[in-house]
């Protein structure tokens, strides 16, 4: 499975493909049934939205406004949002992350941005139970694309559609929050492990 970090570095070069296209876009995924098994058993999440570029935050796109949206679309859907210590304090720390990367392009009246929604988590690999990894990223979305400045709500949803992508995978393995209804979990309580890693305890 790739690192976020390798495929950041892979979308910002597409993105740098997109300024040729101001109407362009690309939709990349890492949502199959292995990345899905992964989602299985969750009881809750936090959310982490990476700080947005300044001059987007100018032009109407805000950290706040995403971090907002995006509890209230999962809230909406049935799966709980942590907070910060919950989510410290949670077996294998489950965090959405959301990362929204713009680049504004001066004198040409648009931004460049690459979105990534993923599911991050404390792995260990079945094969070897000694090998764990920190904030894994286990299940994906990425766009890029390119908007006008005066356009920049269309970013958001953007956002929108990744998270919505990720509430039909985690609904798919987990049915029994469909419809806001919510299992309770007894302290200590594990959460099933999914056919290729095992959540850290």
Known sequence: MQSIQTKLTVMLMLAGLVLTCPAGFQAFSYDGSLTRETLRGLQGIEVLVENIAPEAERDGLTRRQVQTDVELRLRR???????????????GRPCLYIN???????GRGFYAYHVTVALNQDVRLARDLAMESLGTTTWSVSTVGSVGEARTREVRETV???????????????PEQAGGERRSQAPGDRIPEASIIQQMQ
Request: charged share 30%.
């Open 77 to 91: 859907a049935g799966i709980r949002v942590l907070s910060d210590e919950e989510g410290h304090t949670t077996p």
């Open 100 to 106: 929204v990367h713009t680049s504004k392009r001066d």
């Open 160 to 174: 929108h559609d990744g998270v919505d992508e990720f509430i039909n995978a985690y609904l798919a393995e987990n």
